[in-house]
């Protein structure tokens, strides 16, 4: 498997091609299906900025953005699923996250991710 690679509910996601064991077991890319993608924005609420400007104050870890963050990660690799399923895709690989900070006054955040779909033998 590779560096960030998990299996569940029969999909696989991975971020680097899989290597098959020396034995020619696990798991093997039978079909490449296409670039599938997701995307999540997340917008900066008030309280949110006011604790995180105090964070930055007294120094420290801004939980409620690490929160946020971590639900726009999971929703947009759930778009990706989604639409890897839709092609009839069992995986994806190469899987790449990208952030972007969006808005005129940065107010928003932007989790992208994609990758390939596959089938998977």
């Known amino acids: ?21 020396a034995d020619g077991s696990g798991p093997r890319v039978q079909r490449y299906l296409g670039v599938v993608h997701g995307e999540a924005i997340i917008g900066a609420n008030i309280f949110r900025d006011l604790f995180s ?24 690799l759930a778009d990706l699923i989604e639409s890897a ?4 895709a069992d995986g994806v690989i190469g899987i790449d996250f990208d952030y972007e900070v969006l808005g005129e006054t940065n107010g928003m955040m932007m989790v992208a991710v994609s990758g390939t779909a596959v089938k998977m033998g």
Do not use: C, H, I, N
């Open 85 to 88: 399923k839709e092609m009839g």
């Open 1 to 21: 498997m590779g560096w960030f690679s998990k299996q569940d509910a029969g999909f696989f996601l991975a971020t680097v091609l899989p290597a098959p064991a």
């Open 53 to 76: 400007s105090v964070r930055d104050v007294v120094g420290g870890r801004a939980g409620g953005y690490e929160r946020a963050l971590s639900g726009a990660r999971d929703a947009a």
